[in-house]
Protein backbone atom coordinates (compact mmCIF):
# COMPACT_ATOMS: atom_id res chain seq x y z
CA UNK A 1 0.00 0.00 0.00
CA UNK A 2 0.69 3.46 0.05
CA UNK A 3 3.87 4.57 1.53
CA UNK A 4 3.69 6.22 4.54
CA UNK A 5 6.44 8.46 3.95
CA UNK A 6 4.18 9.83 1.33
CA UNK A 7 0.48 10.26 2.91
CA UNK A 8 1.45 11.29 6.68
CA UNK A 9 0.39 15.26 5.68
CA UNK A 10 -2.21 14.55 3.49
CA UNK A 11 -3.75 11.76 5.40
CA UNK A 12 -6.76 13.87 6.84
CA UNK A 13 -7.22 15.60 3.95
CA UNK A 14 -7.61 12.01 2.33
CA UNK A 15 -9.47 10.55 4.71
CA UNK A 16 -12.59 13.54 4.74
CA UNK A 17 -12.81 13.46 0.90
CA UNK A 18 -12.78 9.32 1.39
CA UNK A 19 -16.04 10.02 3.86
CA UNK A 20 -17.69 11.64 1.44
CA UNK A 21 -17.43 9.36 -1.27
CA UNK A 22 -18.62 6.88 1.25
CA UNK A 23 -21.62 8.47 2.16
CA UNK A 24 -22.65 7.94 -1.65
CA UNK A 25 -21.87 4.35 -1.48
CA UNK A 26 -24.02 3.81 2.08
CA UNK A 27 -26.72 6.30 2.72
CA UNK A 28 -29.47 6.34 -0.03
CA UNK A 29 -30.14 9.76 -1.53
CA UNK A 30 -27.44 11.32 -0.35
CA UNK A 31 -25.79 11.81 -3.77
CA UNK A 32 -28.80 13.41 -5.09
CA UNK A 33 -28.63 15.76 -2.41
CA UNK A 34 -25.20 16.58 -3.18
CA UNK A 35 -25.46 17.24 -7.21
CA UNK A 36 -28.82 19.54 -5.90
CA UNK A 37 -26.78 21.51 -3.53
CA UNK A 38 -23.24 20.72 -3.27
CA UNK A 39 -21.77 23.55 -0.93
CA UNK A 40 -25.21 23.32 0.97
CA UNK A 41 -24.71 19.61 1.53
CA UNK A 42 -21.41 19.21 2.53
CA UNK A 43 -21.99 21.92 5.25
CA UNK A 44 -24.61 20.04 6.27
CA UNK A 45 -23.10 17.44 7.11
CA UNK A 46 -20.15 18.96 8.48
CA UNK A 47 -17.70 18.27 5.97
CA UNK A 48 -14.78 20.40 5.67
CA UNK A 49 -14.37 20.29 2.10
CA UNK A 50 -15.42 22.45 -1.17
CA UNK A 51 -17.79 21.34 -3.89
CA UNK A 52 -14.08 21.23 -5.43
CA UNK A 53 -12.78 19.03 -3.62
CA UNK A 54 -14.72 15.68 -4.14
CA UNK A 55 -14.87 15.96 -7.99
CA UNK A 56 -13.71 13.22 -9.09
CA UNK A 57 -13.86 11.47 -12.45
CA UNK A 58 -13.12 8.26 -14.64
CA UNK A 59 -12.60 10.01 -17.54
CA UNK A 60 -8.74 9.40 -18.57
CA UNK A 61 -9.10 7.87 -22.16
CA UNK A 62 -5.82 6.16 -21.79
CA UNK A 63 -6.56 4.24 -18.20
CA UNK A 64 -10.56 4.20 -17.36
CA UNK A 65 -9.42 2.95 -13.65
CA UNK A 66 -7.51 6.09 -13.12
CA UNK A 67 -8.97 8.23 -10.74
CA UNK A 68 -9.10 11.81 -12.29
CA UNK A 69 -9.32 15.22 -9.75
CA UNK A 70 -11.45 17.79 -11.69
CA UNK A 71 -9.63 20.71 -9.92
CA UNK A 72 -5.92 20.05 -9.71
CA UNK A 73 -5.79 22.11 -6.93
CA UNK A 74 -7.95 20.48 -4.78
CA UNK A 75 -7.65 17.87 -1.97
CA UNK A 76 -9.62 15.54 -4.79
CA UNK A 77 -5.76 15.64 -6.43
CA UNK A 78 -4.58 14.28 -3.18
CA UNK A 79 -7.06 11.55 -2.53
CA UNK A 80 -6.83 10.34 -6.30
CA UNK A 81 -3.69 10.65 -6.42
CA UNK A 82 -3.96 7.69 -3.08
CA UNK A 83 -6.54 5.65 -4.74
CA UNK A 84 -4.64 5.40 -8.20
CA UNK A 85 -1.08 4.59 -6.20
CA UNK A 86 -2.88 1.85 -3.86
CA UNK A 87 -4.92 0.41 -7.64
CA UNK A 88 -0.95 0.54 -9.18
CA UNK A 89 0.19 -1.53 -5.32
CA UNK A 90 -1.91 -4.55 -6.49
CA UNK A 91 0.60 -5.45 -9.12
CA UNK A 92 3.06 -4.96 -7.25
CA UNK A 93 1.78 -7.33 -4.00
CA UNK A 94 1.47 -9.93 -6.85
CA UNK A 95 4.57 -9.77 -7.70
CA UNK A 96 5.41 -9.87 -4.02
CA UNK A 97 4.10 -12.97 -3.83
CA UNK A 98 5.58 -15.00 -6.14
CA UNK A 99 6.74 -18.27 -4.46
CA UNK A 100 10.72 -19.36 -4.69
CA UNK A 101 9.85 -23.13 -5.17
CA UNK A 102 10.20 -23.01 -8.60
CA UNK A 103 7.52 -25.86 -9.66
CA UNK A 104 5.05 -23.59 -7.39
CA UNK A 105 6.23 -20.63 -8.96
CA UNK A 106 5.46 -21.88 -12.42
CA UNK A 107 2.34 -23.64 -11.49
CA UNK A 108 0.87 -20.43 -10.27
CA UNK A 109 1.39 -18.13 -12.81
CA UNK A 110 0.00 -20.56 -15.17
CA UNK A 111 -3.45 -20.15 -12.76
CA UNK A 112 -2.94 -16.30 -13.05
CA UNK A 113 -2.77 -16.63 -16.83
CA UNK A 114 -5.67 -18.82 -16.65
CA UNK A 115 -7.71 -16.42 -14.64
CA UNK A 116 -7.26 -13.82 -16.93
CA UNK A 117 -9.54 -15.38 -19.39
CA UNK A 118 -11.76 -17.45 -16.66
CA UNK A 119 -12.16 -14.20 -14.54
CA UNK A 120 -11.81 -11.28 -16.76
CA UNK A 121 -11.08 -7.76 -15.99
CA UNK A 122 -11.57 -8.72 -12.35
CA UNK A 123 -8.46 -10.70 -12.46
CA UNK A 124 -6.59 -7.41 -12.15
CA UNK A 125 -7.70 -7.14 -8.58
CA UNK A 126 -6.34 -10.68 -7.64
CA UNK A 127 -3.25 -11.05 -5.85
CA UNK A 128 -2.99 -14.68 -6.07
CA UNK A 129 -1.49 -15.19 -2.66
CA UNK A 130 0.55 -18.51 -2.23
CA UNK A 131 -0.24 -19.15 1.65
CA UNK A 132 -3.44 -18.33 3.36
CA UNK A 133 -3.94 -19.18 7.17
CA UNK A 134 -7.21 -19.83 9.04
CA UNK A 135 -7.59 -19.17 13.01
CA UNK A 136 -10.50 -20.44 13.25
CA UNK A 137 -13.20 -23.38 11.99
CA UNK A 138 -16.53 -21.74 10.45
CA UNK A 139 -17.09 -18.21 11.27
CA UNK A 140 -19.76 -16.74 13.86
CA UNK A 141 -21.03 -13.83 11.32
CA UNK A 142 -23.22 -16.29 8.75
CA UNK A 143 -23.49 -13.33 6.51
CA UNK A 144 -26.51 -14.53 3.87
CA UNK A 145 -23.70 -12.83 1.08
CA UNK A 146 -20.77 -14.70 1.98
CA UNK A 147 -19.21 -15.75 -1.09
CA UNK A 148 -17.28 -18.44 0.77
CA UNK A 149 -20.71 -20.15 2.19
CA UNK A 150 -18.66 -20.02 5.43
CA UNK A 151 -20.82 -22.80 8.72
CA UNK A 152 -21.36 -21.59 11.61
CA UNK A 153 -18.21 -21.06 14.18
CA UNK A 154 -17.31 -24.43 15.58
CA UNK A 155 -13.43 -24.07 16.75
CA UNK A 156 -10.86 -21.37 17.98
CA UNK A 157 -6.86 -22.00 17.64
CA UNK A 158 -6.15 -20.02 20.75
CA UNK A 159 -2.51 -19.20 21.40
CA UNK A 160 -1.21 -21.95 23.86
CA UNK A 161 1.92 -22.66 24.17
CA UNK A 162 1.88 -25.29 21.89
CA UNK A 163 -0.17 -23.84 19.65
CA UNK A 164 1.75 -20.97 19.39
CA UNK A 165 5.09 -23.01 19.09
CA UNK A 166 3.16 -25.28 16.00
CA UNK A 167 2.04 -21.30 14.73
CA UNK A 168 6.21 -19.99 14.99
CA UNK A 169 7.58 -23.70 13.24
CA UNK A 170 5.19 -23.42 10.78
CA UNK A 171 6.03 -19.73 10.02
CA UNK A 172 9.24 -20.25 9.68
CA UNK A 173 9.33 -23.40 7.61
CA UNK A 174 6.88 -21.23 5.26
CA UNK A 175 9.62 -18.42 4.74
CA UNK A 176 12.57 -21.52 4.30
CA UNK A 177 10.18 -22.84 1.40
CA UNK A 178 8.42 -20.21 -0.64
CA UNK A 179 10.41 -17.21 0.51
CA UNK A 180 9.20 -14.01 1.70
CA UNK A 181 6.07 -14.39 -0.37
CA UNK A 182 5.10 -16.87 2.50
CA UNK A 183 4.12 -13.50 3.85
CA UNK A 184 2.14 -11.85 1.69
CA UNK A 185 -1.38 -13.48 3.11
CA UNK A 186 -3.84 -12.95 5.53
CA UNK A 187 -4.75 -14.88 8.64
CA UNK A 188 -8.12 -15.47 7.85
CA UNK A 189 -10.19 -16.94 4.70
CA UNK A 190 -13.66 -18.66 5.24
CA UNK A 191 -13.32 -16.87 8.98
CA UNK A 192 -13.82 -13.69 10.39
CA UNK A 193 -10.42 -12.42 12.15
CA UNK A 194 -11.67 -10.86 15.38
CA UNK A 195 -13.64 -14.32 16.38
CA UNK A 196 -10.22 -15.11 17.57
CA UNK A 197 -9.65 -13.42 21.07
CA UNK A 198 -5.70 -14.22 20.42
CA UNK A 199 -5.97 -12.46 16.63
CA UNK A 200 -3.22 -10.37 17.57
CA UNK A 201 -0.90 -12.57 19.46
CA UNK A 202 -0.85 -14.85 15.80
CA UNK A 203 -0.33 -11.35 13.98
CA UNK A 204 2.32 -10.35 16.00
CA UNK A 205 4.56 -13.53 15.40
CA UNK A 206 3.48 -13.31 12.17
CA UNK A 207 5.01 -9.42 11.76
CA UNK A 208 7.89 -10.81 13.57
CA UNK A 209 8.45 -13.58 10.89
CA UNK A 210 7.66 -11.54 7.86
CA UNK A 211 7.90 -8.04 8.37
CA UNK A 212 4.63 -7.20 7.06
CA UNK A 213 0.93 -6.82 8.33
CA UNK A 214 -1.40 -9.32 7.59
CA UNK A 215 -4.54 -7.53 6.08
CA UNK A 216 -7.25 -7.72 7.60
CA UNK A 217 -11.37 -7.98 6.41
CA UNK A 218 -14.15 -7.95 9.29
CA UNK A 219 -17.57 -7.89 9.63
CA UNK A 220 -17.88 -7.72 13.09
CA UNK A 221 -15.61 -3.80 13.31
CA UNK A 222 -18.54 -2.67 15.59
CA UNK A 223 -18.09 -5.49 18.47
CA UNK A 224 -14.68 -4.83 18.66
CA UNK A 225 -14.62 -0.77 18.64
CA UNK A 226 -12.13 -0.42 21.64
CA UNK A 227 -9.78 -3.74 19.95
CA UNK A 228 -9.70 -2.37 17.00
CA UNK A 229 -8.57 1.30 18.18
CA UNK A 230 -4.40 0.07 18.83
CA UNK A 231 -5.00 -2.49 15.56
CA UNK A 232 -5.79 1.05 13.42
CA UNK A 233 -3.14 2.83 15.18
CA UNK A 234 -0.09 0.49 14.27
CA UNK A 235 -2.15 0.09 10.71
CA UNK A 236 -1.34 3.94 10.67
CA UNK A 237 2.15 3.46 11.90
CA UNK A 238 3.01 1.73 9.59
CA UNK A 239 1.70 2.80 6.77
CA UNK A 240 2.15 0.18 4.10
CA UNK A 241 -1.12 -1.63 4.46
CA UNK A 242 -4.77 -1.26 4.17
CA UNK A 243 -7.53 -2.70 6.21
CA UNK A 244 -11.17 -3.60 5.03
CA UNK A 245 -14.37 -3.27 7.60
CA UNK A 246 -17.80 -4.94 5.91
CA UNK A 247 -20.60 -2.72 6.81
CA UNK A 248 -23.77 -4.50 6.99
CA UNK A 249 -26.32 -1.51 7.59
CA UNK A 250 -26.63 2.25 7.69
CA UNK A 251 -26.74 2.15 11.24
CA UNK A 252 -23.45 0.48 11.45
CA UNK A 253 -22.10 3.04 9.09
CA UNK A 254 -23.29 5.78 11.30
CA UNK A 255 -21.44 3.90 14.43
CA UNK A 256 -18.19 3.46 12.60
CA UNK A 257 -18.41 7.42 11.27
CA UNK A 258 -18.56 7.96 15.64
CA UNK A 259 -16.43 6.03 16.72
CA UNK A 260 -13.27 6.50 13.91
CA UNK A 261 -12.52 10.01 12.49
CA UNK A 262 -11.88 9.74 8.55
CA UNK A 263 -8.13 10.26 9.42
CA UNK A 264 -8.08 7.40 11.39
CA UNK A 265 -9.57 5.36 8.49
CA UNK A 266 -7.94 7.04 5.40
CA UNK A 267 -6.26 3.31 5.40
CA UNK A 268 -9.44 1.07 5.77
CA UNK A 269 -11.86 0.33 2.83
CA UNK A 270 -15.65 0.61 3.71
CA UNK A 271 -17.18 -2.08 1.95
CA UNK A 272 -21.08 -1.50 1.90
CA UNK A 273 -22.74 -4.90 2.03
CA UNK A 274 -26.30 -3.98 2.71
CA UNK A 275 -29.09 -4.12 -0.15
CA UNK A 276 -30.32 -0.56 0.59
CA UNK A 277 -26.75 0.73 -0.09
CA UNK A 278 -26.57 2.91 -3.09
CA UNK A 279 -22.70 1.31 -3.97
CA UNK A 280 -23.16 -1.91 -2.90
CA UNK A 281 -21.26 -5.01 -4.31
CA UNK A 282 -21.53 -8.41 -3.68
CA UNK A 283 -19.69 -11.26 -6.00
CA UNK A 284 -22.26 -13.82 -7.31
CA UNK A 285 -20.54 -16.94 -5.48
CA UNK A 286 -21.34 -19.00 -2.28
CA UNK A 287 -24.10 -18.28 -0.30
CA UNK A 288 -25.30 -14.90 -2.28
CA UNK A 289 -25.25 -17.13 -6.00
CA UNK A 290 -28.69 -15.55 -6.99
CA UNK A 291 -29.44 -13.81 -4.38
CA UNK A 292 -29.50 -10.44 -5.84
CA UNK A 293 -30.90 -11.28 -9.12
CA UNK A 294 -28.53 -8.40 -10.58
CA UNK A 295 -26.48 -9.65 -13.19
CA UNK A 296 -23.26 -11.16 -12.33
CA UNK A 297 -20.17 -9.02 -12.29
CA UNK A 298 -17.62 -11.01 -10.75
CA UNK A 299 -17.25 -15.27 -10.45
CA UNK A 300 -15.35 -15.32 -6.84
CA UNK A 301 -13.94 -13.61 -3.57
CA UNK A 302 -10.92 -16.37 -3.81
CA UNK A 303 -7.82 -14.89 -4.02
CA UNK A 304 -5.74 -17.91 -3.08
CA UNK A 305 -3.51 -19.79 -5.62
CA UNK A 306 -1.63 -21.55 -3.62
CA UNK A 307 -1.92 -23.10 0.02
CA UNK A 308 -5.33 -22.60 2.38
CA UNK A 309 -3.98 -23.68 5.80
CA UNK A 310 -6.60 -24.22 8.87
CA UNK A 311 -4.69 -23.99 11.98
CA UNK A 312 -7.88 -25.10 13.54
CA UNK A 313 -8.93 -28.11 11.98
CA UNK A 314 -5.26 -29.11 10.96
CA UNK A 315 -6.30 -29.00 7.03
CA UNK A 316 -4.28 -28.08 4.19
CA UNK A 317 -5.54 -27.43 0.97
CA UNK A 318 -4.25 -26.14 -2.29
CA UNK A 319 -6.63 -23.99 -4.69
CA UNK A 320 -7.29 -21.58 -7.03
CA UNK A 321 -10.05 -19.26 -8.38
CA UNK A 322 -12.62 -20.12 -10.76
CA UNK A 323 -15.66 -18.73 -11.79
CA UNK A 324 -18.37 -20.12 -9.31
CA UNK A 325 -20.34 -22.48 -11.15
CA UNK A 326 -22.18 -26.11 -9.96
CA UNK A 327 -19.21 -28.06 -9.60
CA UNK A 328 -17.19 -25.10 -8.18
CA UNK A 329 -19.78 -23.39 -5.74
CA UNK A 330 -17.61 -21.42 -3.92
CA UNK A 331 -15.24 -19.90 -7.17
CA UNK A 332 -12.41 -21.98 -5.80
CA UNK A 333 -11.02 -25.03 -7.78
CA UNK A 334 -9.94 -27.36 -4.77
CA UNK A 335 -6.73 -29.49 -6.32
CA UNK A 336 -6.28 -31.45 -2.93
CA UNK A 337 -6.77 -31.35 0.67
CA UNK A 338 -4.75 -33.17 3.63
CA UNK A 339 -4.55 -33.28 7.28
CA UNK A 340 -1.59 -32.61 9.24
CA UNK A 341 -0.45 -33.48 12.70
CA UNK A 342 2.80 -30.66 13.03
CA UNK A 343 4.79 -28.38 10.97
CA UNK A 344 6.80 -31.13 9.37
CA UNK A 345 4.11 -33.39 8.54
CA UNK A 346 2.94 -30.26 7.29
CA UNK A 347 5.72 -29.67 4.32
CA UNK A 348 5.77 -33.11 3.69
CA UNK A 349 2.35 -33.01 2.46
CA UNK A 350 2.68 -29.55 0.72
CA UNK A 351 5.61 -31.06 -1.10
CA UNK A 352 3.91 -33.60 -1.90
CA UNK A 353 1.13 -31.50 -3.21
CA UNK A 354 3.25 -29.50 -5.40
CA UNK A 355 4.95 -32.69 -7.25
CA UNK A 356 1.31 -34.63 -7.88
CA UNK A 357 -0.30 -31.08 -9.01
CA UNK A 358 2.47 -28.60 -10.08
CA UNK A 359 4.10 -30.50 -13.42
CA UNK A 360 5.54 -28.30 -15.66
CA UNK A 361 4.63 -30.47 -18.93
CA UNK A 362 1.28 -32.46 -19.85
CA UNK A 363 1.61 -35.94 -20.56
CA UNK A 364 0.52 -37.52 -23.67
CA UNK A 365 -2.48 -38.98 -21.57
CA UNK A 366 -3.95 -36.18 -20.12
CA UNK A 367 -7.47 -35.52 -21.45
CA UNK A 368 -6.94 -31.86 -22.47
CA UNK A 369 -9.89 -29.18 -22.12
CA UNK A 370 -11.03 -25.84 -23.43
CA UNK A 371 -13.69 -24.45 -21.15
CA UNK A 372 -16.98 -23.07 -22.77
CA UNK A 373 -16.66 -19.38 -22.04
CA UNK A 374 -13.41 -19.66 -24.52
CA UNK A 375 -13.45 -18.88 -28.05
CA UNK A 376 -11.13 -18.84 -30.99
CA UNK A 377 -11.29 -15.96 -33.45
CA UNK A 378 -9.34 -14.32 -36.22
CA UNK A 379 -9.30 -10.69 -36.11
CA UNK A 380 -7.36 -9.13 -39.29
CA UNK A 381 -4.00 -10.63 -39.13
CA UNK A 382 -4.02 -11.99 -35.38
CA UNK A 383 -5.84 -14.93 -33.65
CA UNK A 384 -7.18 -14.46 -30.51
CA UNK A 385 -8.66 -16.44 -28.05
CA UNK A 386 -11.89 -14.53 -26.37
CA UNK A 387 -13.50 -14.80 -23.32
CA UNK A 388 -17.30 -14.50 -22.48
CA UNK A 389 -16.27 -12.87 -19.20
CA UNK A 390 -14.37 -10.00 -21.10
CA UNK A 391 -10.91 -10.69 -21.79
CA UNK A 392 -8.63 -11.60 -25.00
CA UNK A 393 -5.66 -13.31 -25.08
CA UNK A 394 -3.18 -12.96 -28.94
CA UNK A 395 -2.50 -16.53 -29.68
CA UNK A 396 1.01 -16.23 -31.40
CA UNK A 397 1.51 -19.66 -33.28
CA UNK A 398 3.24 -18.85 -36.55
CA UNK A 399 0.89 -20.51 -39.67
CA UNK A 400 -1.13 -22.28 -37.10
CA UNK A 401 -5.11 -20.85 -37.45
CA UNK A 402 -6.08 -23.59 -38.61
CA UNK A 403 -4.61 -25.78 -36.18
CA UNK A 404 -5.39 -24.04 -33.32
CA UNK A 405 -8.94 -23.73 -34.10
CA UNK A 406 -9.14 -27.42 -34.72
CA UNK A 407 -7.07 -28.41 -31.19
CA UNK A 408 -10.01 -26.03 -29.73
CA UNK A 409 -13.07 -27.61 -31.38
CA UNK A 410 -11.50 -31.11 -29.91
CA UNK A 411 -10.63 -30.18 -26.63
CA UNK A 412 -13.96 -28.21 -26.47
CA UNK A 413 -15.47 -31.57 -25.94
CA UNK A 414 -13.43 -32.71 -23.00
CA UNK A 415 -13.06 -35.92 -23.70
CA UNK A 416 -9.69 -36.48 -25.64
CA UNK A 417 -6.27 -36.86 -24.20
CA UNK A 418 -3.46 -34.94 -25.76
CA UNK A 419 -2.32 -38.07 -27.76
CA UNK A 420 -5.85 -38.66 -29.61
CA UNK A 421 -5.58 -35.03 -30.34
CA UNK A 422 -2.37 -35.28 -31.80
CA UNK A 423 -3.26 -37.67 -33.48
CA UNK A 424 -6.75 -37.00 -34.80
CA UNK A 425 -5.42 -33.51 -36.51
CA UNK A 426 -2.48 -35.55 -38.33
CA UNK A 427 -4.85 -37.97 -39.93
CA UNK A 428 -7.20 -35.30 -40.93
CA UNK A 429 -6.71 -34.38 -44.34
CA UNK A 430 -8.56 -31.05 -44.17
CA UNK A 431 -6.10 -29.16 -41.76
CA UNK A 432 -2.60 -28.53 -43.42
CA UNK A 433 0.09 -31.79 -43.42
CA UNK A 434 1.66 -31.40 -40.20
CA UNK A 435 4.37 -32.61 -37.51
CA UNK A 436 2.67 -34.57 -34.45
CA UNK A 437 5.78 -33.57 -32.42
CA UNK A 438 5.01 -29.47 -33.36
CA UNK A 439 1.28 -30.07 -32.65
CA UNK A 440 2.04 -31.63 -28.93
CA UNK A 441 4.37 -28.48 -28.19
CA UNK A 442 1.70 -25.83 -29.30
CA UNK A 443 -0.90 -27.97 -27.10
CA UNK A 444 1.92 -27.86 -24.22
CA UNK A 445 2.21 -23.93 -25.12
CA UNK A 446 -1.42 -23.27 -24.95
CA UNK A 447 -1.73 -25.43 -21.61
CA UNK A 448 1.33 -23.36 -20.21
CA UNK A 449 -0.77 -19.46 -21.18
CA UNK A 450 -3.08 -20.93 -18.76
CA UNK A 451 -5.67 -21.40 -22.27
CA UNK A 452 -6.11 -25.14 -22.06
CA UNK A 453 -6.68 -26.97 -19.19
CA UNK A 454 -6.36 -30.40 -18.03
CA UNK A 455 -9.74 -31.80 -17.26
CA UNK A 456 -9.76 -32.22 -13.31
CA UNK A 457 -10.75 -35.70 -11.66
S1 LIG B 1 -18.51 -13.03 4.60
FE1 LIG B 1 -16.85 -13.24 6.10
S2 LIG B 1 -17.78 -12.60 8.01
FE2 LIG B 1 -19.47 -13.03 6.63
S3 LIG B 1 -20.02 -15.19 7.00
FE3 LIG B 1 -18.52 -15.18 5.32
S4 LIG B 1 -16.55 -15.47 6.32
FE4 LIG B 1 -18.00 -14.83 7.91
Given at each position: MAGKDVYDDDREAIGWVKRVLEYITMIPGFEEELKKDPKGTLDKYGF???PEDVALSHTDPDDPMRLVAVYPESKGKLYADFVNRKIRTVAKTRDDCTPSEPKFQNWRQRQMDRCLLDLGPQNMMIIHTPLTFELANGCSVGCEFCGLNAGPLRGLFRYTDENAALWKDILARAKEMF?????????YFGTEPLDNPDYEHFKDDYFKEFDNLPQITTAVSTRNIERLKPLIKELNEDGRFIYRFSILSQDMFKQICEAFTPEELALVELLPQYDEAPGNHFADVGRNEGRTGKEAISGTISCVSGFLINMCTRTVTLTTPTWADDEHPEGMIILAKEEFTDAEDLFDKIGRMIKENMKVTLEPDDIIYAPPYLNVVQKEDDLYVESDRGSALVIREKNGEALVKKVFELAKQGCYTRREIVTEIVNDTKVPAIQSQYLFFMINRLWKKGILSVKEG
Open positions: PLTGSAAGEGTL
